[in-house]
């Protein structure tokens, strides 16, 4: 009875942890949620990577991004946090944001470097852009985030 009890407890948290994983996938692709960033007065919808799954693929693979496209990363505590860019075709600026919304550190990241780049802090949030979009739109270190998921 023991084992049997073991065995269906196991089952019950394999189950789980594969249905939560679904929320993430989809026909093997990771799938991302949705949300909007408010910035210097404008707001712009981006993509959501808040589980571990969406924020290991990030924008991999991508050719392009429009013009005020991008991802919006979220850790799961706060830390000083690093991005690469493995995989990621396109040149990216990464916005590395506290948990109070400060924008803390605007750094570049180059298509194809496995350098970490890492934030001067630590953060809660990071937000990867085309790069020079920040600067374009006269967005700087110390400017608030407002964030609507």
């Not at 990030?58 to 979220?74: A, E, I, N, S, V």
């Not at 496995?114 to 001067?120: G, H, Q, R, T």
């Not at 937000?127 to 920040?134: A, D, H, K, S, Y």
Request: proline letters at 1%; glycine letters at 4%.
């Amino acid at each position: 009875m023991t084992k049997f009890l073991f065995t269906v407890v196991i089952l019950t948290v394999f189950l789980g942890c594969a249905n939560a994983q679904l929320n993430s996938w989809q026909d093997g692709h990771v799938v991302f949620d949705k949300a909007s960033v408010k910035l210097a007065d404008s707001w712009y919808d981006v993509e959501y990577a808040h589980s571990y799954e969406q924020r290991a693929q990030g924008l991999m693979f991508r050719k392009t991004l429009c013009d005020d496209c991008g991802m919006l990363f979220k850790f799961s505590t706060e830390k000083y946090a690093s991005m690469w860019m493995k995989n990621t075709h396109v040149a990216l600026d990464v916005a590395y944001i506290d948990a109070s919304g400060v924008i803390v550190d605007i750094k570049p990241l180059m298509p194809h470097n496995l350098e970490s780049v890492v934030s001067s802090k630590k953060v809660l949030y990071a937000l990867e852009m085309n790069q020079g979009w920040f600067s374009r739109h006269n967005i700087r270190v110390g400017d608030q985030i407002e964030i609507n998921r």
